[in-house]
């Protein structure tokens, strides 16, 4: 487990170019467009990202 959370928190640090501790929008598109994916690929993780995103606020919503 140790060694998941030191991987993650290299990849965190690659990826928050501004060095904000957050992996804001540009953050991401940044560093995604290095991952060599296809466009169509990259599509879809950020459809599912939205997806999640929307699933959460009505879950939120719901709960108060």
């Known amino acids: 487990m140790a060694a998941d959370q030191e991987l993650f928190d290299a990849w965190f640090r690659f990826a928050d170019a501004d060095r904000d501790n957050v992996i804001g929008g540009a953050d991401a598109v940044s560093f995604f467009s290095r991952s060599g994916l296809?466009?169509?690929?990259?599509?879809?993780?950020?459809?599912?990202?939205?997806?999640?995103?929307?699933?959460?606020?009505?879950?939120?919503?719901?709960?108060?």
Request: charged share 50%.
């Open 38 to 64: 296809p466009q169509e690929t990259l599509f879809k993780v950020k459809r599912r990202r939205e997806e999640k995103a929307m699933e959460n606020r009505w879950h939120w919503f719901y709960e108060r």
